[in-house]
């Protein structure tokens, strides 16, 4: 998620992009409410998402490196 209450996740997002850990965002939010330009490119998914949809974007970028 990005809003994590009083902070965002903007700064787990770069350490994972740092040491080339896959992720995408799964939020309530579009791309405009990440601050950091770079991370608005990063694949975002909007909640709610159902359990067979977590799976398939998960299976998607780890299997295509589509994530960071």
Do not use: C, W
């Not at 965002?8 to 995408?24: C, K, M, R, W």
């Not at 608005?40 to 780890?62: C, F, T, V, W």
């Amino acid at each position: 998620d990005v809003n994590l209450g009083r902070e965002t996740s903007e700064s787990i997002a770069d350490y994972l992009s740092n040491h080339h850990v896959p992720y995408f965002f799964l939020t309530g939010y579009d791309s405009l409410n990440i601050k950091d330009p770079a991370l608005q490119k990063m694949p975002l998914y909007r909640k709610p998402m159902n359990r067979e949809g977590l799976a398939d974007a998960i299976s998607k970028h780890l299997d295509n490196g589509k994530a960071a």
